[in-house]
């Protein structure tokens, strides 16, 4: 049963919202999807609180399905495009999710029923017992920093909360026109922007990836854009050549990981007047969590995330001598809790009321500058998108003819690589071949090793 009245922001607002939006990959018409989920879910079987997986590339089709299941009083959780049809079972699997959403395609998955709604497909997947939750809750998977088979639970409310929070650090306002060009199943792109855009009023321009310096700024002008996120991935693409800030924007953020000082440094001097955002967040947090105005700032402090947000609090826990730290948030924006398996990660996250262990190392001045120095946590960056080792490795031997493997990061001009070592109980040509197709299979294209050795397993142990 739709359950709109308890929200804070109305159905009625999120479309007024998506109606005033620019989508540049417009696949299917959007401009009902909402209406056919919210009267559609519940004569399909779908009963409050039960996870919906949504699957479908960036646009607004993908967030009126992400509304839509929202009113109509299940919980959505958004797949990556593409998802490989065993990762979308596995999800399910330790979700406890039977229902699968999707515009682009029908996985090769089992079903037991399907259900038209317009361009849309509602399956109910096979052999899954449902895990209830609340409505108004929302599930963001945390592929990169805690598995690829995990989530974190948060209240919608928290999530808009955290988002206006993040605009106010920026300035957002309802004069800008914003770029997302992010993928929307990030809570990057999702609260910080999307989220973000439907309180201020602000106007949403969708893309998506892949990413371009070309096609990126082709966009900014075309569409009048005021206000852009990248990742520091994106940024270093764009500064190996002469890209300039166009003068309509006025505002860069970055976020997803740190960016280097001299990065900042040099963007900052591409442009004069460009304001420029350096943001600290995680999932689990909600998700943003520091930002700092880099434009305002002395060079020194170019190596900041900057300061807590508004209503967000940070201390270090076992400091050493050198002033390092594991950064701990407190806020009530953080998740509810985790759902699905948590790998890679020391410890548990959730450490105290509305409180989490980050799993990141920082130092914190005496003006409350957060400076980070590392991860405790079992996962890379690898083309710009994050990565858990840890989830690559257990899919890797889980493979029949498999017994262990083991991962090696290194550090490129290209950015952070990690190779695979397979060891295999047969090496034969067509048993390797095999191996590495099924493997390749699995995982979504980012999580793809550089390099795959297959080893004998008489070589464990031997470099």
């Known amino acids: 049963m739709p359950v709109s009245s308890a929200f804070p922001v109305t159905i009625d607002d999120v479309r007024a919202h998506l109606a005033h939006a620019v989508d540049l990959t417009p696949e299917y018409s959007a401009e009902r999807l909402d209406e056919l989920i919210v009267d559609g879910l519940e004569p399909a079987g779908v009963e409050p609180g039960e ?44 979700f406890g999710a039977r229902t699968l959403l999707t515009l682009a395609r029908i996985p090769q998955l089992e079903y037991t029923d399907v259900t038209r709604l317009g361009p849309l497909c509602l399956l109910r997947l096979s052999g899954i017992e449902p895990h209830r939750h609340n409505p108004g809750d929302v599930v963001i998977l945390t592929s990169g920093t805690s598995g690829a088979a995990s989530g974190c639970l948060h209240r919608w409310s928290s999530l808009l909360r955290n988002g206006a929070r993040h605009a106010a650090s920026v300035g ?198 957060l400076f980070f120095r590392g991860r405790l946590s079992d996962f890379v960056i690898s083309g710009g998108m994050k990565v858990s080792l840890a989830s690559v490795r257990r899919i890797a031997n889980s493979l029949p003819n498999v017994v262990t493997s083991v991962t090696r990061s290194y550090g490129t001009e290209q950015g952070t690589r990690f190779d695979l070592d397979l060891y295999l109980r047969d090496t034969g040509a067509d048993a390797v071949a095999q191996a590495r197709r099924t493997l390749l299979r699995q995982l979504v294209r980012a999580e793809w090793p550089h390099r795959i050795r297959a080893l004998s397993i008489h070589q464990m142990g031997h470099k």
């Open 51 to 94: 996870i919906v997986l949504i699957e479908s590339t960036n646009g607004t089709a993908l967030l009126r399905c992400f509304y839509g299941v929202l009113f109509a009083g299940a919980v959505p959780a958004l797949l990556a495009p593409g998802t490989p049809a065993a990762r979308i079972r596995e999800i399910a699997e330790r």
């Open 172 to 369: 957002l306002r309802d004069s800008d026109s914003v770029l997302v060009n992010l993928p929307l199943n990030f809570s990057y792109a999702l609260v910080a922007q999307a989220m973000a855009s439907l309180q201020t009023g602000a106007r949403l321009v969708i893309t998506g990836p892949p990413f371009s310096p070309r096609g990126y700024t082709e966009a900014l002008a075309r569409h009048q854009i005021t206000s852009s996120s990248l990742t520091p991935f994106m940024v270093r693409h764009l500064l190996r050549g002469d890209w300039r800030p166009p003068p309509t924007l006025r505002m860069l953020s970055v976020g997803g990981e740190s960016i280097e000082p001299a990065a900042a440094e040099t963007l900052l001097g591409r442009r004069a007047g460009l304001e420029l955002y350096l943001t600290y967040g995680l999932t689990e947090a909600g998700p943003r969590v520091s930002t700092l105005a880099a434009h305002l700032e002395p060079a020194h402090r170019l190596a900041s995330v900057g300061r807590a947000l508004s209503g967000v609090q940070v201390s270090l826990r076992n400091v050493g001598p050198d002033g390092v730290g594991e950064l701990l948030v407190t806020s009530d924006t953080v998740l509810r809790r985790k759902i699905g398996v948590a790998e890679g990660r020391a410890g548990a996250c959730l450490v105290g009321p509305d409180q989490i262990a980050t799993g990141d190392l920082f130092t914190l001045d005496d003006e409350g500058y």
